[in-house]
């Protein structure tokens, strides 16, 4: 649309020529796509293809779900998210001894209270954690060593 509309009386016939143009049909086109996508993202190709990514998907959406509210908690009631000490796991046993954040305590009180799939997440980013330090001690004993 190059400028606005004044002559109000031809609205029918305007109306017609534009439904009709191929920039409409186009849009129309690719907004039932962005509806269907929405609605149902698990019937693309690649949801079809690769069970597993849906799978995975799944369970993240699912983890995410308490960590997000954990923040908004976190918001709504005006408390710091980061506490003194961040270096430990959530879900290592122990005392407070540090503090470690409203944000990370309140994680941990959701996997006390039995939150299986916050736990099952953070069990699987722990041990990516792990992985990583490791892989990071062991390049400094490389660059000792030689």
């Not at 690769?50 to 009631?77: H, N, Y």
Request: proline residues 2%; aromatic residues 8%; hydrophobic residues 40%.
């Amino acid at each position: 649309m190059l400028q606005a509309l004044q002559n109000w009386k031809d609205i029918h016939e305007i109306s017609r020529f534009h439904s009709q143009s191929k920039y409409h049909k186009t849009a129309v086109v690719l907004a039932d796509n962005f509806i269907k996508a929405y609605t149902a993202p698990a019937t693309d190709v690649v949801h079809r293809l690769d069970s597993a990514l849906c799978q995975k998907e799944q369970e993240a959406r699912k983890a995410l779900i308490p960590i997000v509210k954990t923040v908004l908690f976190c918001a709504q009631q005006g408390l710091p998210l980061r506490g003194h000490v961040e270096s430990r796991s959530i879900l290592d046993e122990g005392e407070f001894a540090n503090n470690d954040g409203n944000f990370r305590a309140i994680l941990c009180f959701r996997v006390d209270a039995r939150d299986k799939d916050l736990e099952c997440h953070l069990k699987k980013r722990q041990k990516m954690h792990n992985i990583q330090v490791l892989k990071f001690k062991m390049s400094l004993f490389c660059v000792a060593v030689s």
